[in-house]
T-cell receptor
Framework: QKEVEQNSGPLSVPEGAIASLNCTYS??????FFWYRQYSGKSPELIMS????GDKEDGRFTAQLNKASQYVSLLIRDSQPSDSATYLC???????????FGRGTSLIVHP | GAGVSQSPRYKVTKRGQDVALRCDPI?????LYWYRQALGQGPEFLTY????????KSGLPNDRFSAERPEGSISTLTIQRTEQRDSAMYRC??????????FGPGTRLTVL
């Protein structure tokens, strides 16, 4: 059973702070990792993908991957109230084109 | 360009009726996925296609669920003899590379 675990939250941070969202996965053969943002009542929207160990930065977002420890994280710098949403982690195992999604972490950025 | 579209956006049906949910992917996207999402959960995989070929249907709950993509573009998810437990948000996503998924707005199905 391939599992992707996320703390459901909510994670509450003040505006301007760094929000840190974490995700662990069970299958060591996993090779592709994605973060999606889902606003309430809307569809998931891809914000980051990462495939190799280390950090990947895109604007205020940084994805961090550690395959040895089987976790992937998303950092949001200078958090804004508009970042308030549920963040979904998705993982593909090697050779599989079927992503397994976590249940998502709710982020609240308060002014 | 146009994103993924789904129709209808909302469907209310009576138990025992058949329903057909439609997905129109981003033009040129090879892969098309169907998911079901419960409130407070991530999308749950149902089935996916590459072009017109159904690659995996292991997530379909039972044989009342079927899907097709006859010309490698638009796809239809059909639920026969609907039951109340089928009520959910059904989402479609298309993908062109590296399995990055682009989701449609979803169809909210309510079975009375």
């Amino acid at each position: 059973q391939k599992e992707v675990e996320q703390n459901s939250g909510p994670l509450s941070v003040p505006e301007g702070a760094i929000a840190s969202l974490n995700c662990t996965y069970s299958d060591r053969v996993s090779q592709s990792f994605f973060w999606y943002r889902q606003y309430s009542g809307k569809s998931p929207e891809l914000i980051m993908s990462i495939y190799s160990n280390g950090d990947k930065e895109d604007g205020r977002f940084t994805a961090q991957l550690n395959k040895a420890s089987q976790y992937v994280s998303l950092l949001i710098r200078d958090s804004q109230p508009s970042d308030s949403a549920t963040y979904l982690c998705a993982v593909n195992t090697g050779g599989s084109y079927i992503p397994t999604f976590g249940r998502g972490t709710s982020l609240i950025v308060h002014p | 360009g146009a994103g993924v579209s789904q129709s209808p956006r909302y469907k209310v049906t009576k138990r025992g009726q058949d329903v057909a949910l439609r997905c129109d992917p981003i033009s040129g996207h090879v892969s098309l996925y169907w998911y079901r999402q419960a409130l407070g959960q991530g999308p749950e995989f149902l089935t996916y296609f590459n072009y017109e070929a159904q690659q995996d249907k292991s997530g379909l709950p039972n044989d009342r669920f079927s899907a097709e993509r006859p010309e490698g573009s638009i796809s239809t998810l059909t639920i026969q003899r609907t039951e109340q437990r089928d009520s959910a948000m059904y989402r479609c996503a298309s993908s062109s590379k590296y399995n990055e998924q682009f989701f449609g707005p979803g169809t909210r199905l309510t079975v009375l």
